[in-house]
């Protein structure tokens, strides 16, 4: 176990340390990160998950119905709670919002298809890029609506309309409707050919590197400060998600295996997406990027832990 654990979490940690040491050292430019942000985020991490579910059977796929609902369930509902707690502690909507997603959606992009194949085989990439399809489309349109509102005073009447033209307009993100597209190709039999296949595996090829690259230099931008609020949202996010995602997960018709992958999801640190929308609308709240920074340095405790758990439970 202690191999399996070193070859899966050095690697994570070493990129995002790169990236950070990076970042602080001025090697890479931690502010203007939009260039960076746009290779990860709309070409490299959307070409390798549609690769990865566009290269996977229908039969499987079927199998992760249920793991998909999970997941989702999951995340939104530390969403849900993350963002009334924020609110309740006098942060805006916009702040709530950043805050919700920074917790409750992890950083799949970055690690999940890397830590999960790595720690239990190829066969597991596809809950891992099932992830981060289910935050992308469950809980960011909302997140990008609640910002929008409140941008423009709206805050006080968001309902249903202005939610699902947040989502409508999330879906021309790549990030978004590049798994959305491989799922009902894959779902129908449509197979790609093999070169347009080793094309998006040359560009997705940078998607993990990339994203933890682009995750240590967003952490060495912001500044930290350890207090109440930012050890309950770590609490939350590292211990709690996982439980909350082991206890659902046991409560559907999935195998333990998927249960052991719908947990350990939920094990890794929060996501970078609510600090990338939250500076497109001025607003990146303390809570959020502290909260983002301890996740990390607490998660090299607890993601071994996770995984040595959970290794008892199979």
Partial sequence: MAKELVNALIPIFAGLLLGFWAGRRGLMDNVNVRNLIALVMNIAAPCALFLIIINTSRAILQQQIWTSLAITLTFAALYIGCYFWARRNTNS???????????????????????????????????GALSIAMGAIAITPVTLALLEADSQGKATTIGVRTLAGGVVRSLTRPIIWAPALALVLASIGIHIPEYVASTFGLLGGAATGGALLLTGLILSAQPFTLNGPVLITAFAKLILQPMLAFGIALAMPVSHQQIRDITLISAIPGGFFGIVFGKSFNTIPKVASSGLIATYGLAIVTLPL????????I
């Avoid at 950083?107 to 890397?114: L, P, R």
């Avoid at 720690?119 to 990439?125: E, R």
């Avoid at 996770?306 to 439970?313: A, E, G, H, K, N």
Wanted: aromatic share 12%; glycine share 4%; net charge neutral.
């Fill in 93 to 127: 909507v916009s702040e709530s919002a950043v805050i919700a997603l920074t917790f409750a959606f992890p950083n799949s992009a970055a690690i999940a298809v890397s830590l999960l194949t790595t720690t239990y085989g190829h066969g597991a990439a596809v809950p």
């Fill in 306 to 313: 996770w995984i040595v758990l959970l290794s008892r439970f």
